[in-house]
């Protein structure tokens, strides 16, 4: 049966404020990140955050709340401007290098606030509450970024007619279901889904699907008051999987956009080399020679 989104409560406010917690401590990835943090880790030649940084501004999120952590404020840096260099650059005529560092400082207003402890998902998303106020807020998660902007632009779209909560799945094997958030769904419109349950990290075995929640999410204020009365749960940690079930039992509305695009997921070695060797072999500049030379390389070893 179709989702009936006509008969569905209405909300006339769109989000227009994006949050990215990125306060992690990235121990899969260290001892690179030990002073570096993994959000600026370079996928080819720009940083995992300022591709997560542009697709909110391609949705028209062009107010952006960084949740960091002790030893993270070069994030904050990226985004600032270069003057030095960019007179050094001017100087040399090189106007492509010149656009490409002033870009980011013309993606969005960035803020910041500091978690000064990672107690969960729910927990770093807790803290912005003063930032957000009543308004309907995304949360992209910094490790994780999609291929164009039209994930995000539909969730917004969709949650501004519905209201309630909008979240972001992907089908994933069974074996994985135990890393992921897994939703149980109902009327489904096409890659749109009624979500009638949401469990954290089940068993193998156990979950009550293979829609797994990927890092996108269009969260109501109400959210804020959820955590605070959600526990620890998985991991001992305070999960935004468990407010958004709290809120779901209460009456919220939540609903799921199947993302049948790419989606590169740098929160892992493995993930992230594959999003280098994506992201250069689809660029012009790049593309050819490298594949060329991957071929050769891959053919090699084999």
Not at 23 to 50: C, N, W
Not at 288 to 299: E, I, N, T
Request: charged share 25%.
């Amino acid at each position: 049966m179709a989702v009936s989104l006509s008969s569905m409560p209405q909300d006339s406010t769109r989000a227009a404020k994006a949050v990215i917690p990125a306060a992690g401590l990235a121990t899969r990835f260290l001892p690179a990140t030990k002073a570096v943090p993994k959000e600026l880790l370079p996928v080819v030649d720009r940083p995992v955050l300022q591709y997560i940084v542009e697709e909110a501004a391609a949705a028209g999120l062009h107010d952006v709340l960084l949740i960091t952590g002790r030893g993270k404020t070069s994030m904050v840096d990226h985004f600032d401007r270069r003057p030095d260099l960019e007179q050094r650059l001017a100087e040399k005529g090189d106007e492509e290098r010149l656009a490409a560092i002033t870009r980011p400082s013309e993606l969005a207003e960035i803020y910041t606030c500091r978690q000064g402890e990672q107690l969960g998902l729910g927990h770093a998303v807790s803290y912005a509450e003063s930032h957000v106020g009543g308004e309907p807020f995304a949360v992209l998660l910094g490790d994780e970024f999609m291929d164009d902007e039209s994930l995000l632009v539909s969730m917004l779209d969709l949650q501004a007619r519905t209201g309630g909560i909008v979240i972001a799945l992907l089908e994933v094997e069974p074996d994985e279901v135990s890393r992921y958030g897994i939703c149980s769904v109902t009327n489904t419109d096409g890659n749109t889904v009624e979500i009638t349950g949401l469990v954290e990290k089940p068993a193998v075995g156990e979950a009550p699907s293979n829609l797994a929640i990927i890092g996108r999410y269009i969260l109501p204020s109400a959210i804020f008051d959820a955590i605070r009365r959600t526990g620890p749960g998985s991991g001992g940690e305070i999960q935004l999987t468990d407010a958004m079930a709290l809120l779901l039992a209460e009456g919220t509305p939540v609903h799921g956009i199947v993302h049948r695009g790419v989606r590169y997921d740098t929160g892992m070695p493995l993930g992230y080399l594959q999003a280098v060797v994506q992201l250069a072999c689809g660029r012009e500049d790049l593309g050819p020679a490298f594949r060329g030379w991957l071929v050769d390389f891959v053919g090699k070893e084999l």
